[in-house]
């Protein structure tokens, strides 16, 4: 069966500087990885896939992920962090297996 | 691009009354839909999809069923509802690319 962890429910960052919100993921075959972002009471927003190709993906709002097969990993990343990116942040293998999701937070 | 539209936003129903979702999809024809429900702002659960006019496939047994009587439209129900019900529930439409779109959500409580 296909699972996605998100090992860390919280993260929390300053405002200008990096961040990474964890995913590690099991799944058969060759894996099909999202990342989406959920806003308090509304429904999620796609940032970015990897379906196959470069293992670093670029996405919506300045954020990418890195696959990293050997690690069974696709973490998410933006090089500076912005305040209205606090946010729900869920990562997905497939259309079935969502991760819990990570809270990021960044302040100011 | 596709619009995913839910109705209502909010709903509180008593146990045992009937429920009805209704999701709608412009910009599209043909759309594999998705039903999930979100629980305490965490994991989304599969509940239905379906690939056509009266396709269901169903991931979980549940007090819940979903029909597809058009083409764009997407309807979740219950004869009657179950405390456990209580939930967010997102409709969502996948393109050939695999990118999702979904909608607002319907915050369910029961009670």
């Known amino acids: 069966a296909q699972s996605v962890a998100q090992p860390e429910d919280q993260v929390n960052v300053a405002e200008g500087n990096p961040l990474t919100v964890k995913c590690t993921y099991s799944?058969?075959?060759?894996?099909?990885l999202f990342w989406y972002v959920q806003y308090p009471n509304r429904g999620l927003q796609f940032l970015l896939k990897?379906?196959?190709?470069?293992?670093l993906v670029k996405g919506s709002y300045g954020f990418e992920a890195e696959f990293n097969k050997s690690q069974t990993s696709f973490h998410l990343k933006k090089p500076s962090a912005l305040v209205s990116d606090s946010a729900l942040y869920f990562c997905?293998?497939?259309?079935?297996?969502f991760g819990d999701g990570t809270t990021l937070t960044v302040k100011p | 691009s596709q619009t995913i539209h839910q109705w209502p936003a909010t709903l509180v129903q008593p146990v045992g009354s009937p429920l009805s979702l209704e999701c709608t999809v412009e910009?599209?024809?043909?759309?594999?839909l998705y039903w999930y429900r979100q629980a305490a702002g965490r994991g989304l659960q599969l509940l239905f999809y379906?690939?056509?006019?009266?396709?269901i496939s169903s991931e979980v047994p549940q007090n819940l069923s979903a029909s597809r009587p058009q083409d764009r439209q997407f309807i979740l129900s219950s004869k009657k509802l179950l405390l456990s019900d209580s939930g967010f529930y997102l409709c969502?439409?996948?393109?050939?690319?695999?990118?999702?779109?979904f909608g607002q959500g319907t915050r369910l409580t029961v009670v």
């Open positions: 799944v058969s075959g060759n894996p099909y």
């Open positions: 997905a293998a497939g259309k079935s297996t």
């Open positions: 379906s690939v056509g006019i009266g396709q």
């Open positions: 990897y379906i196959t190709g470069d293992n």
């Open positions: 969502a439409c996948y393109t050939l690319n695999t990118e999702a779109f």
């Open positions: 910009g599209t024809s043909n759309p594999n």
